[in-house]
């Protein structure tokens, strides 16, 4: 008898990663591989990585997949069904690589943008389901090199019209903010990024210096700068998350992405939400994630149900 297996693939960059889940009441892996993205190779390269991936799959746990959901770069346009906004592999932008694969693989393909992944991996797999479980409407958050987000209603991603569900990361914040490569000026990734936080660092003090030292600067109480770079995350953050607050009034927030290291985050981030939400009083869960870097995978799975 057939088991009821999920399949998944996370597209990325420089790596394409694949994992077969058993579902159950606490999903098991059953097998997890990747093979490099090849993407300077062209479209066509990267399609065909995806394919030796699947077969590497489907020889090892000895069957086809059913469905098979696909984490990736950008997103799918829901008019055209090509790739859009795809920015660390741009030789996927414009394809219609949903179609194509379906008829490569010969099986059903949902696709969504990684930060939707890991939004539905920790709603469902991660953090939300062991600590919260009866959360009906989660936030996830990715704050690293870029912004992202995704909405889960009722287990199920929220995509929209237009497929951009969640992508809080692309609403205006604040001039100070850097030119995007969204081609906006200021937009939430360009003010609170990984990469935001350290621009600011470089223009205020001429110094260039990683995230983490910048953090660890800061908490030492050693850098001026460094803890106004802080301040200045914190107080963004606070604005930034409490526009989705207003709007969705989620019953987690979960934060993944190199940003959600920072302990203060939970603490001097979470007092600036306060400060800006259209309530009282912020009595919403802010939590970090469980899955770490196999989130994309393990939510690209859930996509098939």
Known sequence: ?????????????TKIEGVVLKQTDDTEVIFRSRVPTE????????????????????NEVGQSPCALGIGSPGIIDPLSGKLKNSTNATCLNNKPIQKDLEIYLGVPIKMANDANCFAIAEARH??????????????GVIIGTGVGGGVVVNNSLINGRHGIGGEWGHN?????????????????????????????????????LDLENIVSRAEN???????????????????AIAVVVNILDPDVIVIGGGVSNIDSMYTKGRAEIQSHIFNNRFDTPIIRPMLGDASGVIGAAYLTI
Not at 230 to 237: A, D, P
Request: net charge neutral; charged share 25%; with cysteine.
């Open 1 to 13: 008898m057939r088991q009821d297996f999920l399949w998944g693939i996370d597209l990325g960059g």
């Open 39 to 58: 993407a300077d190779k062209g479209y066509t390269s990267v399609v065909d990585q995806i394919k030796k991936l699947v077969n590497r799959m489907e």
């Open 126 to 139: 991660g953090a939300v389901k062991h600590n919260y479980p009866d959360a009906s409407v989660v936030f």
């Open 172 to 208: 205006f914040l604040d001039d100070s903010g850097y030119q995007c490569h969204c081609g906006k000026k200021g937009c939430v990734e360009s003010v609170i990024s990984g990469r935001a936080l350290e621009y600011y660092y470089r223009k205020e003090s001429g110094i260039e």
């Open 221 to 239: 109480s050693t850098d001026e700068v460094a803890q106004k770079t802080m301040t200045r995350l914190f107080h963004y953050f606070g604005k």
